[in-house]
């Protein structure tokens, strides 16, 4: 209205309502949309009262406003059906992660923890790596792994991993036998994986992929079992990334028997055996996996996790906890590699 009455009579500004409307779709909802639309055709028949004057581009753009309003709000109704499907998809989402990655507890019994995952899959919530920890009768045992793969795609092997830990945890009384019946279960993936769905999207080459990807069915993972008292830890490495300990001034790795990773079992020439890890008080031992490690920088550098934690705790004056190790853990490696290719998780234990 402003620009018509400040420009020549040849000149008509009414078709700019539109957009007005198509800027609605993102704001409101359908009725606020319709209202806009109806808005604008209100102001263009009081522009043209005021003019005392209806012409061929009057009628037009009447014409062209009612037709963008009835199309913007199909749209936004379509809109709307879309994000409304997209937040369900979601809240599935939520509860399959909840399911498997159960969220960690800051203590159980005498042991203290803290930990961050992160996915490779900016838009989803679990990728490849897992984690797992729960009392049992022979104390509390945890697992720290990372599925060959990532993402969306590694998400089954990491279902199976998770549930039979937390059955084989709470029934065999040694770690070696629940790595045992994980890798029962892996090679049950292996030998009978489930039919792929049924896609007409899908290329022709996925099948032998997805067959592929069973064939090389493997987790490395570490197993921990802590005492009543968590002054020990049994520890079984299946082909992960070597434990590390940080105290106030120092950190260094665990030293552990390495055996080949969960779902090879077949391959071993002999049992994979444990070995026991004495935690001082205010010791932290820290798991996690290959994707902090090999975060890259911008001249590809990868990650020096132990002499980061060395470095940041060598000076401090206060007792680590695993939550601030986790807090400075997962921010510093968010700035050494501002993105990350990799599934990222790491859960710090400490003894009460």
């Known amino acids: 209205m402003a620009l018509d009455h400040a420009t020549p ?33 209100l102001f263009l028949a009081v522009t043209v009262q005021i003019e005392d004057y209806i012409g061929p581009m009057t009628v037009v753009a009447l014409v062209v406003l009612g037709s963008v309003t009835l199309l913007s709000v199909v749209l936004c109704v379509m809109l709307q059906r879309a994000a409304s499907r997209y937040r369900r998809v979601l809240a599935v989402a939520e509860a399959a992660q909840l399911a498997l990655l159960r969220p960690l507890p800051d203590r159980i019994g005498s042991l203290r923890m803290a930990g961050f995952y992160r996915a490779a899959d900016d838009e989803a919530l679990i990728g490849g790596d897992l984690y797992s920890v729960r009392p049992t009768p022979f104390g509390v ?6 599925v060959k793969g990532k993402g969306i795609n590694a998400t089954q092997t ?35 994986p489930p039919p ?15 067959k592929g990807l069973v064939d090389e069915l493997f987790t490395t993972a570490v ?59 205010g010791d932290i031992l820290l798991a996690y996996s290959d994707g902090v490690t090999e975060a890259r920088d911008s001249t590809g550098t990868f990650y ?19 939550s601030d190790l986790i807090s400075f853990l997962q921010e510093d490696v968010t700035r050494w590699a501002h993105t990350l290719g990799d599934d990222v998780i790491a859960i710090a234990f400490q003894r009460i």
């Open 304 to 322: 020096p996790l132990p002499e980061r934690l060395q470095h940041h705790y060598a000076t401090s004056a206060q007792p680590v906890s695993p």
């Open 158 to 192: 990491v279902a199976t991993v998770i549930s039979t830990f937390q059955e084989a945890a709470l029934l065999h009384p040694t770690l070696p036998q629940v790595a045992d019946r994980i890798d029962v279960a892996l090679q049950l993936d292996r030998d009978n």
């Open 223 to 281: 197993l921990l079992e802590f005492t009543s008292d968590a002054r020990t830890v049994q520890v079984l490495d299946r082909g992960h990334q070597p434990l590390l300990i940080v105290r106030r001034h120092t950190t260094s790795v665990v030293p552990a028997e390495h055996s080949l990773p969960l779902g090879m079992a077949d391959l071993l020439t002999e049992p994979p055996g444990t070995t026991a890890c004495r935690l001082e008080p």
């Open 196 to 210: 792929e769905p049924v896609s007409h999207t899908q290329p022709e080459h996925g099948a032998d992929d997805a």
């Open 141 to 146: 045992r945890a697992i720290v792994g990372d």
């Open 9 to 41: 009579p040849r000149y008509f500004f009414g078709s700019l309502l539109t957009a007005s409307v198509v800027l609605a779709i993102f704001v409101y909802r359908p009725l606020g949309v319709a209202a806009t639309g109806a808005i604008g055709c």
